[in-house]
């Protein structure tokens, strides 16, 4: 096991420099390289490099120049989507761990190219999905793998998060999502509600997702947002953009589970992930942040999963609350940031296959342009590849650890 592990970080926008801010906190980790195209985020990530761990990593605007390092061991690519996956195939080319963010994949084709560089270089490659690792999630995952729902039998999540002024203003800011949404029509960004609930169902070990079909609503969000808080004038008040403001996905898997997907960021509404988990024993909700449990709940109605926490939190969460880190990266999304970017520096570390893999990573980018194309034929039913070439029904135990999600060590807490 290596003691001290040396980063290359790819994409220094605020994304890019706020996981960087939890990663300098690591006493385990030394930052050596970073890559940005934007001079002014490098000056910005040197700045907090020097303010919190008093050295200025080597920085570049040519990614090829961080990739060729030999003292780095890993690579995080904190880029916009449309270049996560060309990297990692570069990073693992170069002999690197690599972490992306999260994002659509652009095609299929992308997502096999990432799933055969891994397997041909032995480097893996883990999608860094922040929401695998969040307490309800955690706590719901224990629940499932105590056999507390019994069979699993459906599972809805979504994006739904009103980005109606971040999109529409892509033009003067340079958002990324501003592109997206002119030009691509489907499920643009699944993998926040899919992650956690590929691991409730075993995809990629025991299961799989087979086909889906996709439907878009009309696009009229970001125009009328446009009109009513910026000018008739501007752009984005009359273009006509190609993702529609409700996306819905319904995804078939092997052993006859059904999944439900939204997307919706062009409209007014809270935000939410939608969770659902339905089981042949119980139920779990997230917009009620409630529970059901057949035979231990009251007759037809809800409980909070708060009740739940003390029997089932995840031990891993357990920890966390009780070591004092949680309240130094609350942050991060609440948490959970720190969470999964801990369990890819685990993985690197110990030299094993990390919690989310790349098997997983291109199942879950996948989503985006296959509901691509499901949409444009009128939400006809399309197969999902599968990634993993048959061996989702022979693979091994998986890597054990805290930070495992296809099992739940509790034997590492005691």
């Known amino acids: 096991m290596k003691d001290k592990i040396k980063l290359g970080v ?6 890019g420099r706020g996981n960087l801010g939890i990663l300098l906190k690591m006493h385990d980790i030394e930052v050596t390289a970073v890559c940005d195209l934007r001079d002014d985020y490098i000056e910005l990530t040197k700045q907090l490099c020097k303010e919190r761990v008093d050295y200025v990593p080597f920085a570049t605007r040519d990614h090829a120049e961080l990739l060729k390092r030999e003292e780095i061991d890993a690579v995080m690519v904190f880029t916009g989507w449309n270049e996560h996956l060309p990297l990692c195939v570069e990073a693992m080319n170069a002999g690197k761990y690599v972490a992306t963010e999260v994002g659509g994949a652009n095609s299929i084709e992308q997502c096999w190219e990432v799933v055969r560089t891994s397997e041909r270089t032995k480097m893996p490659c883990m999608l860094l999905e922040n929401c695998c690792y969040g307490r ?5 995952l224990n629940m499932v793998k105590k056999g507390v729902f019994g069979e699993l039998i459906h599972a809805e999540g979504g994006y739904l998060h009103d980005l109606q002024s971040h999109i529409a203003t892509g033009y003067e800011t340079g958002h990324f999502r501003t592109a997206q949404n002119k030009h691509r029509n489907g499920e643009l960004y699944p993998t926040h509600e899919m992650g956690p609930i590929a691991k409730c169902l075993n995809i990629n070990r025991g299961n799989r997702m087979i086909a889906l079909t996709s439907v878009a609503s009309k696009a009229r969000g970001l125009n009328d947002w446009t009109r ?23 995804i078939k898997c092997a052993h006859g589970e059904t999944i439900v997907l939204n997307h919706n960021t062009s409209l007014p509404r809270p935000y939410s992930r939608k969770n659902i988990i339905q089981g042949t024993r119980a139920i779990w909700m997230e917009d009620k942040n409630s529970v059901y449990i057949d ?17 089932y939190e995840h031990p891993l969460w357990k920890a966390y609350r009780e070591g004092g880190k949680l309240e130094q990266n609350a942050e991060g999304h609440g948490g959970m940031d720190y969470l999964v970017l801990r369990a890819f520096v685990e993985a690197v570390k110990n030299q094993t296959q990390p919690p989310i893999d790349v098997y997983d990573t291109a199942t879950w980018m996948a989503i985006t342009c296959l509901s691509e194309d499901s949409v444009a034929l009128g939400g006809q039913m399309v ?9 989702w029904f022979t ?9 495992s999600l296809d099992i739940v060590c509790d034997d590492y807490f005691n």
């Open 10 to 15: 790819i994409g220094l926008g605020g994304r």
């Open 136 to 140: 309800n999630e955690m706590t719901v």
């Open 228 to 250: 009513n808080h910026k000018s008739p004038d501007h752009p984005s008040a009359t273009y006509p953009f190609a993702n529609g403001d409700v996306t819905t996905t319904i």
């Open 295 to 311: 035979g231990i709940s009251p007759p037809h109605q809800w409980e909070p999963i708060d009740k739940y926490y003390e029997q």
């Open 383 to 391: 197969a999902i590849p599968d990634f993993t070439n048959g061996k």
């Open 395 to 403: 693979r091994g135990d998986a890597v054990k650890g805290p930070y």
